[in-house]
T-cell receptor, first 112, second 115 residues
Framework: AQSVTQPDIHITVSEGASLELRCNYS??????LFWYVQSPGQGLQLLLK??????LVQGIKGFEAEFKRSQSSFNLRKPSVHWSDAAEYFC??????????FGPGTRLSVLP | GAVVSQHPSRVICKSGTSVKIECRSL??????MFWYRQFPKQSLMLMAT?????????EQGVEKDKFLINHASLTLSTLTVTSAHPEDSSFYIC???????????FGPGTRLTVT
C-alpha cells in the first residue's frame, strides 16, 4: 500500500542544536513532497515542497529538506532550532490524480 | 495570497444537534475543496472531496448522511455534522485546491466539541 512514514513520533532537542526529521514514502514514482508544521490547536503551515529539479529545497523559517530518490526519503533539517519551532511536523505526498496523504507526524520539543 | 478561512474556529454543541462549519477561499477560486479530520495527537485523515456544483466524494468509512458537504460556489464549502455525538468531537480542517494536483491551501481548522 502506498504510505508515508515518519519513524520518529517525538523528538527533543536543545535550543540551538541541529534538527533532522525523517520522512519516507512508498510510491513507485516520485510524488510531490511537502512538509507542514502545526502548532497546538492551529492549522497547517507549509514549510516547503519538492516537485522536481534541485533535490535540496529551502523553505521558510530556516528549514530545508533533501529529496533522495534512492532512499525514497525527504528529510527535513534545520541547523539551529529555536524554542518557537516546538510543534508537530507532518510530511505529506501527493501523486497525480490522487489526494494528499499525510504521515503520522513528529512532535518536536525544544529544551531551553 | 491563497488564504483559506474557516468559521467557526471553535464550536461546542449538545449531543443530537447539528453544526455547520464553513470553509472559504478568500482570494482565489477553489475548484475542489477537501475536508479532513484530525483526532488528538494523530495525523489528518481525508473525509471527503467536493467539487463546485457536484456531489462530494466520501472516503471509505465516512458516513455521507452524517457529514453533509455542500460546495455551492467556487469560494465556499460547508460541512454539516448532523445529529452530533461526543465521538464526533475532533479538529476539522478544510483545504482548497486550484485544480493543480499539488496545490492545496489549508484552513486554520475548527475544533468541534460535542457534549
Amino acid at each position: 500500500a502506498q504510505s508515508v512514514t515518519q519513524p520518529d513520533i517525538h523528538i527533543t532537542v536543545s535550543e540551538g542544536a541541529s534538527l533532522e526529521l525523517r520522512c519516507n514514502y512508498s510510491y513507485g514514482a516520485t510524488p510531490y513532497l511537502f512538509w507542514y508544521v502545526q502548532s497546538p490547536g492551529q492549522g497547517l503551515q507549509l514549510l516547503l515542497k519538492y516537485f522536481s529539479g534541485d533535490t535540496l529545497v529551502q523553505g521558510i523559517k530556516g528549514f530545508e529538506a533533501e529529496f533522495k530518490r534512492s532512499q525514497s526519503s525527504f528529510n527535513l533539517r534545520k541547523p539551529s532550532v529555536h524554542w518557537s519551532d516546538a510543534a508537530e511536523y507532518f510530511c505529506a505526498v501527493v501523486r497525480y490524480g490522487q489526494n494528499f496523504v499525510f504521515g503520522p507526524g513528529t512532535r518536536l520539543s525544544v529544551l531551553p | 495570497g491563497a488564504v483559506v478561512s474557516q468559521h467557526p474556529s471553535r464550536v461546542i454543541c449538545k449531543s443530537g444537534t447539528s453544526v455547520k462549519i464553513e470553509c472559504r477561499s478568500l482570494d482565489f477560486q477553489a475548484t475542489t475543496m477537501f475536508w479532513y479530520r484530525q483526532f488528538p495527537k494523530q495525523s489528518l485523515m481525508l473525509m471527503a472531496t467536493s467539487n463546485e456544483g457536484s456531489k462530494a466524494t466520501y472516503e471509505q468509512g465516512v458516513e455521507k448522511d452524517k457529514f453533509l458537504i455542500n460546495h455551492a460556489s467556487l469560494t465556499l464549502s460547508t460541512l454539516t455534522v448532523t445529529s452530533a455525538h461526543p465521538e464526533d468531537s475532533s479538529f476539522y480542517i478544510c483545504s482548497a485546491g486550484t485544480g493543480k494536483v499539488y496545490e492545496q491551501y489549508f484552513g486554520p481548522g475548527t475544533r468541534l466539541t460535542v457534549t
